[in-house]
């Protein structure tokens, strides 16, 4: 089951960041690998340094200690091939608009349809499926850990770097939306309502 849920990861990053970049590249000419911002501040190099750290040990966890419990392996794997199919639905979808990162220069289109009809950060969510159905195939104690490290970095990535930048960038359009629509899940993490907005529609 270790060598399964490594193969698994591995097939998963090759997948979603090797041949979706390629495709960016060919579609764009760019990667799509934005990265850190200049001047970024502690806590978003944090964020970024808190998820490479996560992506890398993912591969490692299946071997590091024993399992606490198996009955969970083959359950595991399959929220984990759902996590990994739901982020190359999110990515598509997200289109030329996907980036890793946020680059302040570059404006891209604001996609709120499809899977983004229902959480604004899809590809964030399918990816923690991803890590706890990992966890629960080979339940060592850093893989148990890890969904909650990558909920860490995604939260100060979203809230720090990326919601701002769209703010910024979309303005009144981009806050209805996320006014309608959770951050994670369904209906959590939404903004408030924009009293403005009521008042101009008035």
């Known amino acids: ?9 591995l097939v998963y990053y090759f997948t979603v960041f090797g041949l979706r970049s390629l495709w960016q590249w060919r579609k764009t000419g760019k990667t799509g690998f934005a990265g850190v911002r200049p001047g970024a501040g502690i806590l978003e190099r944090s964020a970024a340094g808190l ?6 040990l993912a591969p490692i966890a299946p ?47 604001l996609v709120t349809v499809g899977v983004f009809a229902w959480v604004r950060n899809p590809i964030f969510s399918a990816m923690l499926l991803a890590s706890f159905g990992l966890a629960l195939a080979v339940p060592t104690p850093l893989a148990l850990v890890l969904p909650l490290l990558l909920l860490l970095a995604l939260e100060l990535q979203v809230r720090l770097v ?25 209906l959590l993490g939404r903004f408030p309502e924009d009293p403005s907005a009521s008042e101009r529609a008035a």
């Open 162 to 186: 990326e919601e701002p930048y769209l703010e910024r960038t979309h303005g009144a359009r981009y806050r209805a939306w996320a006014a309608q629509t959770g951050r994670f899940l369904p």
């Open 51 to 56: 998820m490479t750290l996560t992506l890398l």
């Open 63 to 109: 071997w590091l200690g024993a399992p606490l419990w198996t009955e969970s392996a083959w359950l595991g794997l399959a929220v984990a091939a759902a996590g990994i199919v739901l982020t190359l639905i999110a990515q598509l979808q997200l289109g030329a608009s996907w980036r890793i990162g946020v680059d302040d220069n570059e404006r891209t289109e």
């Open 1 to 9: 089951m270790k060598l399964v849920a490594t193969i698994e990861i």
